[in-house]
C-alpha cells in the first residue's frame, strides 16, 4: 500500500488480483436518492491475508454505456492498482460479537 498526494487529498494505492469480472451497477450518489452508473471491482490485495477489497468507480449519470464498457475490459484474475482518495475510504467487517456498554 503506498500513498499519493492530489489536489482533494491523499490517495491509497492498493493492488492485487480481481476475484470475478467487473461488474456496471447503479447506485445512489446522494441522500436524495439520484442514481449513477457504478463500475464495481472485487480485489484480493497482495498482502500476507489475501485482503478482499470492493472498490466503486462513480460516472456521471446518463454514462451506463462507459460504465459497461469500463466493466468488460477487467477479468476475473487480472492484476490490478487502484487509487482511493482517503476522505472516502470506508473499513467494514464481519464482527465476532456486538454489545452494548453498560454504562448506556
Known amino acids: 500500500m503506498m500513498q499519493a498526494s492530489t489536489q482533494s487529498g491523499a490517495l491509497i494505492e492498493y493492488s492485487g488480483t480481481l476475484l470475478h469480472a467487473a461488474e456496471a451497477r447503479t447506485s445512489p450518489s446522494d441522500r436524495e436518492g439520484h442514481m449513477v452508473p457504478v463500475l464495481c471491482l472485487d480485489i484480493e490485495l497482495d498482502n500476507s491475508f489475501h485482503t478482499p477489497l470492493h472498490v466503486e468507480q462513480y460516472f456521471p449519470t446518463g454514462h451506463q454505456a462507459q460504465a459497461q464498457a469500463a466493466a468488460h475490459r477487467f477479468k476475473k484474475g487480472q492484476r490490478v492498482t487502484v487509487k482511493v482518495p482517503l ?12 454489545n452494548v456498554p453498560k454504562d448506556q
Request: avoid cysteine; hydrophobic fraction near 60%; charged fraction near 10%.
Open 87 to 98: 476522505l472516502t475510504l470506508r473499513i467494514g467487517g464481519i464482527a465476532a460479537h456486538i
